[in-house]
Antibody
Framework: QVQLVESGGGVVQPGRSLRLSCAAS????????MHWVRQAPGKGLEWVAV????????YYADSVKGRFTISRDNSKSTLYLQMNSLRAEDMAVYYC???????????????WGHGTTVTVSS | SYVLTQPPSMSVAPGKTARITCGGN??????VHWYQQKPGQAPVLVIY???DRPSGIPERFSGSNSGNTATLTISRVEAGDEADYYC???????????FGGGTKLTVL
């Protein structure tokens, strides 16, 4: 079945780095844009970043631009989020989500992972 | 940046109709998508491209979009519909997905 499984979350000190992964299965990963979306405790959904199906285009929320990097390895059907210079306000559950097919960057996000929790604390 | 505005909360009795609004400047010119999120769970897409329902989503869920307001309508509300609901659009000018603040639906 179509599935996304995130990993890599944990407890990290402010200013340190963490890399999240999202393993896809049950669909042709290389045909879809992929997103990261986060949710701080008790708050709403916040979009973080998107990467095109072939990695050619990437966009970031202003809150993470310059600190986070989204990437993908289509040969491994895996999405990544490299998070540097982490701040307290980055603490959240991070979800990966499937976006549009081929050239469509936007649109709906129809498949979501269960999320991985990032805690930023000294 | 583009802003989507939702009422923070609303309540409805079982069997009645819930209408959750999502306001945005000329939102009728954009495609709106809606997600349901229950406590401790990942979001689930319930309406895409304004009016379409993914397979497995009951017909009780419907959407509309015109002018400055998009609406998610849940007919014959059930206790299991109690959740947070988020609207979302793609802002082409910035290359960003944009979420509304979410509406907590309580079934009385």
């Amino acid at each position: 079945q179509v599935q996304l499984v995130e990993s890599g979350g944990g407890v990290v000190q402010p200013g340190r780095s963490l890399r999240l992964s999202c393993a896809a299965s049950g669909f042709t990963f290389s045909r879809f844009a992929m997103h990261w979306v986060r949710q701080a405790p008790g708050k709403g959904l916040e979009w973080v970043a998107v990467i095109a199906y072939d990695g050619s285009n990437k966009y970031y929320a202003d809150s993470v631009k310059g600190r986070f990097t989204i990437s993908r390895d289509n040969s491994k059907s895996t999405l990544y989020l490299q998070m540097n210079s982490l701040r307290a306000e980055d603490m959240a559950v991070y979800y990966c989500a499937r976006g549009g097919e081929m050239a469509t960057l936007g649109g709906d996000m129809d498949v979501w992972g269960h999320g991985t929790t990032v805690t930023v604390s000294s | 940046s583009y802003v989507l505005t939702q009422p923070p909360s609303m309540s409805v009795a079982p069997g009645k109709t819930a209408r959750i609004t999502c306001g945005g400047n000329n939102i009728g010119s954009k495609s709106v998508h809606w997600y349901q999120q229950k406590p401790g769970q990942a979001p689930v897409l319930v309406i895409y491209y304004d009016t379409d329902r993914p397979s497995g989503i009951p017909e009780r869920f419907s959407g509309s979009n015109s002018g400055n307001t998009a609406t998610l309508t849940i007919s014959r509300v059930e206790a299991g519909d109690e959740a947070d609901y988020y609207c979302q659009v793609w802002d082409n000018s910035s290359g960003h997905q944009v979420f509304g603040g979410g509406t907590k639906l309580t079934v009385l």
